[in-house]
C-alpha cells in the first residue's frame, strides 16, 4: 500500500503563486507515475499534470500549460506542483495519486485510471 499526503494548499490572490508537495511512504517502490487532479465545486475531476518517475516526463493539461511544473525528488519519495500566474478558475481541491502500471507513453496518465492510490486532497482558492 502507498500512502499520500498533500500539503501546501490556502488562499492566494489571483496571479500569485503556491507550490504543493505530496509525500508518499509506505511501499513507495511500486510506484511508475504520478498525478495531480483537481476538482472544482459541481465539476468532475480533471486532470491536471503526470510524470513518470523514473526519466521524468512530464504531461500537463492544456489549461496549465506554462503555468504549473510538475517534479518529483524520488529520493524523498515527494512530487511537487509549483503554480504560478494561478486563476480563479484555478480554486478546486487538489489530490495526488500514485500509479503502479508501467505505460509506454505519458498520454495513459491523463486519466484516472491508471492509478491505485489517492490522497485526500488539498483547497486551493484563488480570489479575484
Known amino acids: 500500500q502507498v500512502r499520500l499526503e498533500e500539503s501546501g494548499g490556502g488562499l492566494v490572490q489571483a496571479g500569485g503563486s503556491l507550490r504543493l508537495s505530496c509525500a508518499a511512504s509506505g511501499r513507495t517502490f511500486t510506484r511508475h507515475a504520478m498525478g495531480w487532479f483537481r476538482q472544482a465545486p459541481g465539476k468532475e475531476r480533471e486532470f491536471v499534470a503526470a510524470?513518470?518517475?523514473?526519466?521524468?516526463?512530464?504531461a500537463y493539461a492544456d489549461s496549465v500549460k506554462g503555468r504549473f511544473t510538475i517534479s518529483r525528488d524520488n529520493a524523498k519519495n515527494t512530487v511537487d506542483l509549483q503554480m504560478d500566474s494561478l486563476k480563479p478558475e484555478d480554486t478546486a481541491i487538489y489530490s495526488c495519486?500514485?500509479?503502479?502500471?508501467?505505460?509506454?507513453?505519458?498520454?495513459?496518465?491523463?486519466?484516472?485510471?491508471?492509478?491505485?492510490?489517492w490522497g485526500q486532497g488539498t483547497q486551493i482558492t484563488v480570489s479575484s
Open positions: 495519486a500514485s500509479s503502479s502500471l508501467k505505460y509506454p507513453h505519458i498520454q495513459y496518465y491523463q486519466t484516472s485510471r491508471p492509478y491505485d492510490y
Open positions: 510524470i513518470v518517475l523514473s526519466g521524468g516526463t512530464t
